[in-house]
């Protein structure tokens, strides 16, 4: 099978190789699956920079984390899945249900990746396609998806209609949870320094948009303006935390879930006056996953692709995601 | 003024009465509403025949607890409203916040009643308008969008997008509670005798419809069919709740509200295997119905209101209301 | 070994017989444990008596599901378990964690029992004994105290310090929720037709007792009394319930358990004034076992045992069991 | 009559001048109270010292937010308190129940100061003492009390029997923490410099203790030690928050108040991996503090006071309270 692949010790996803690899055959408890569509989060680009948990990769590596296809086999004992299901890989392993629970997470280079023909997962790393969904929009998912159901739903304080949400920027995260919170009945306020962007940011439903160039204090100016809003999804980490915290209202939550900024961080006593809460996401469980889909499958939800590419153009596809032309998520297919 | 009234010892809504009376001024903390609509609930008929929690009327009475309008005056202390606003009654005249808070309920004989030019109510009784809506549907909220409201998303199981919800009969509560769920992204269930109503709600967003004539067990019908429900808004009361029971699904709760059966009740050992739960619900506080209006705001709903009669056709919209077409809310309204 | 045994169609425990059978080895994933503690629970004599969900036994069957023992050997892939930890049953072999899971249930015919020298139980079904207690007070808890445990801290209203629990008769259920009500700091209420099992329950902490042959009325008369409790621990079932909904305070908590009373129930809308909830218990996970050792191991909790009985007696266990001296939990015990 | 006054531009307690003063008399709504203990909390020195949010005093203040005394009269409408009551303040003046709700806070310059023989508060400023404590024990609460019932009870996180609870320090907010916790069945660790003050803390109930002079990574410590903890109660602010972060255990929670750091702040990623949160605490409502002295009499907690001071030695009490041998509260009392 073709695989694209990170050598050991690499330095960036310029080092991309498609190569010829054997095919795996899934164990006990293993399914296998012929993928059709992957896509890519901000974290495959620290994955093959070096700069993720674990540092450079000590051997080659798949990359990716998020994929989409048709089971073809299944290992023995394997009973919730057979050929022929459609399926989305889960960030974690084996994270099926409750509270978080440390698993292999694929693509990191330690776990399988997903960027090949065909990868081989435990059945508990494996949940069906929402039924709406083509295989490109199934593989926005797993990570990005996941993590904008956990931040606005799972937790104390899920969004209720007429909830006011705060989102930054136009990314994966951002634009799913734009579609989530709207879908629970929320008034959505995005921020982004393009208002090119900030237009299609209002198209899919956002009430409000911030150039946080032209409006640089959004987080005061939130607050001013909204009076508050009753959730941030902090996609931007320590370095617009203090902002977040300046735009919550009474009771808010700021669903922390950024890694840009490595250093330092805010005085969380900009929490103290309204009983703000932080709470740290790191994407989410299966069971998260499977009731993202459900909600998808009873309101149409469909996950905005700002571009796809060819399976053979993979490292275009990542060339984009980092570009300034992204927006929402980038995806990859390959033809059936 | 002008004020439908009914007299001591009534035994029916059809012992309205059109009376000229005087206009009550505010005292210190109370609001003077010349009111412009109003809307009938179930209650209203107990109340007119005497058969409501206090028994028969021991003295003539203003009925309804329904009503909006303008802000005429305001007594001495009241910062939180001005002449002019368009405001909407609460069903409690003094429940703002937090737990249930024993207080007096509108319409009800003892407490003022709202089907009248003008009614002096409390600033704790007060809340505006939301401002997407007219009079008529504003009107709709203060007892059945409360209650669907406080049913739906308030209490320890809020409903979020994917869930699935039971509504029975198409009454002003479940129809508001339709649109409630569908702004909360749920998948409706809807249930009734009347083919005809049945194509009503679905048209309004209900997933799925059931007459419970060809479908008398729709209760294991619910659970075999679709695995059972998060959340069942139980308007029947007693003689409903052994089915609702049967269509819950692990961890979903009933939401009692009904007063239909007045003896008797299910064995709720139905709730055990699921731990499901069933929580009572008696209309709800002023800051639900601010929520409530907030997100009608930002969602666009608008109450479905079936029928619009004039004040002085009061009787009549009582007979609608009672009768086999009645469908959501009957509401009254004055000419401004 | 030895077990003792109910015969198909059994209609009492007087049927009970001692036998000598072959003792069982574990298979992949499951645990060889030799048991050397159990205690009854009032279900213990439905299953006996064939009044239990399916009826009349089919087969000959090891009745019981609490006991606590140490594991003398381990299946292929057992990892959390070895031989000489000391361990207790699971009431559900396969209920680990989360929402209720569907699963066998030990001693009912159909599943393991476990009044035998020996016992295979799945790896899902054994949690370690809490370390301050000996194997007769472990053997109270898989039933009983998983029980009072979920009834009282588990679901969305837990109990907390200063509330008001009341607590029906001097059961199992009954005696564990009055140590870990006061652990969790509660305020106990306790009734019963006894006055000198009152004794003993004031004695373990309960603030106020209730004969409830003097005071019939004991709903009413806890609601004047006390303003209503927080939590009622409902072992009644459906024939009590009614008072305990009288009982009830704002936003207060029947954990409802009781299977007393096979018909009817009361009507709900008791439930409607107070905005109270009804939760349906079915014993509970091995999640809740491992919390609910934890909590004891913190606090030296010591089940109550009324009386205990050696393993040769068991038929006079039973007998002491459904007696009127019975108080807290039976144990049936084997030396070392 | 007489009162403690700190002047205009007032940079220190040393400033503190006793005066005698008109005593104050209740307006509408109001209660005059005969004051008969103060308690004196880290946040009266930097009022003090012109450190606290307004800055410098710009008028002469009396300072203290915390006391307790009889009801001596009270003024039109109030209806919750008679003469003789005996009564607490309450930090906030008008934060009765639900949210945070900005409101005056006592003794910060602005509103009412309690250091004084007579103080007039408004009725939703007070609330009844707990019965089973004397005026002392009962001024330690209003605000270092109501801090450790709010960050150990309210929120989505209530700690419950078994939970492990991380403790900074030997302050009034610590040693009040430690009382409820342990009330309310938790295993408490705690930190200090002193091993005489670990000591003290051992015999009030604490299971573990760590010196962070001897254990400087007591963060590590705590997570490799004890496998992380449900509850921090983080008094020492940015500057510790990091270490908490450490010692936090899956879906632990850290409780926000300390203000002794006012620069920077940790990452908050260090939230992500195990889905922990952090939550403002900013004192709490009555509502609160009518349930801590609930739980305070069902449980026979007492407030451990350091050291007890005349009323006329209430610079000296301020003099122990900054100074090394402070433990817990440090109250000053009026003889009857």
């Avoid at 960036?12 to 190789?17: H, P, T, V």
């Avoid at 409750?98 to 790393?125: F, I, K, Q």
């Avoid at 956990?150 to 951002?174: F, Y």
Wanted: glycine content about 14%.
């Amino acid at each position: 099978m073709r695989a694209w692949m990170l050598p050991a010790g690499s330095d960036g996803y310029q080092q991309l190789e498609l190569k010829e690899i054997g095919k795996p055959s899934p164990g006990p408890g293993e399914v296998l699956i012929r993928l059709r569509a992957w896509s890519i989060n901000y974290r495959d680009f620290a994955v093959a920079s070096g700069d993720y948990f674990g540092g450079k990769l000590t051997r080659p590596a798949i990359p990716l984390s998020d994929g989409a296809g048709e089971v073809e086999a299944v290992g023995d004992g394997v009973t919730a899945f057979a050929p022929g299901d459609r399926v989305q890989s889960t960030f974690f392993t084996n994270w099926v249900d409750g509270p978080p629970r440390r698993s292999p997470a694929l693509g990191d280079g330690m776990a399988p990746g997903m960027l090949a023909e065909y990868v081989v997962l435990p059945e508990t790393g494996v949940v069906p396609m929402a039924r709406s969904l083509d295989f490109g929009q199934a593989a926005c998912l797993p990570c990005a998806g996941v993590t904008a159901w956990n931040a606005l739903i799972e937790g104390p304080r899920p969004v209720q209609p007429g909830d006011k949400v705060l989102l930054l920027g136009t990314g994966g995260v951002s634009m799913l949870a734009l579609e989530i919170a709207r879908t629970a009945g929320a008034e959505v306020i995005a921020t982004s320094s393009s208002d090119a962007k900030l237009e299609k940011v209002q198209a899919l439903g956002a009430a409000h948009t911030i150039n946080y160039k032209s409006t640089p204090e959004w987080g005061a100016y939130v607050q001013e303006q909204f009076g508050g809003v009753d959730k941030v999804v902090e996609v931007g980490g320590a370095g617009t935390a203090e902002q977040s915290m300046q735009a919550l209202g009474t009771e808010g939550e700021i669903a922390f879930i950024g890694v840009l900024s490595p250093e330092g961080g805010p005085n969380p006593r900009g929490l103290m006056m309204n009983a703000g809460t932080m709470r740290g996401i790191f994407v989410g469980s299966a069971a998260m996953a499977r009731k993202l889909n459900r909600a998808i499958d009873v309101n149409g939800i469909t996950p905005v692709i700002g571009k796809r590419f060819a399976f053979e153009d993979a490292p275009k596809a990542y060339d984009h995601a980092w570009g300034p032309e992204s927006f929402s998520k980038t995806v990859i297919e390959l033809d059936g």
